[in-house]
């Protein structure tokens, strides 16, 4: 069972005008920024490009904003969820037919879904 939007992720090309729009119109604040690595850009997006992201929020919402010079054909919209057993969804959404993209990094190990349109939906762990 699905139990909440973890966060949603856009891409922006500007992160001045990211910045001015988030925090100065929406006022959310800046929590967090790193990189995207090629290895899992290519794995998640398949993008092989190494992405600056950027995290914008308060105690109900997150969006991440993946900087992009210029409209790309890969995409980086995609939609989180936690849940109580992705594993469960996972195996479901495989024998439906759907795309499932499951791999490890050091110390977590990731679940996306891919809808026949091409949208991307990570599976999280409750906590």
Known sequence: MITNLEHI????????????FFE??????KIDSFKLYADLSKTIFNS????????????????????SEKKCINKFE????TC?????IALKAKEKGFKVKEFETKNKKWIFLEDFDGNLFELKDEI
């Open 48 to 67: 092989g490009k190494e992405i600056d992201v950027e995290k914008y929020g308060n105690e109900k919402i997150m969006i991440e904003v993946f900087y």
């Open 84 to 88: 109580s057993n992705r594993e469960k």
């Open 9 to 20: 992720a856009i891409q922006c090309s500007s992160k001045e005008k990211a910045k001015e």
């Open 78 to 81: 995609h939609y989180c969820f």
């Open 24 to 29: 100065e119109v929406l006022e959310l604040k």
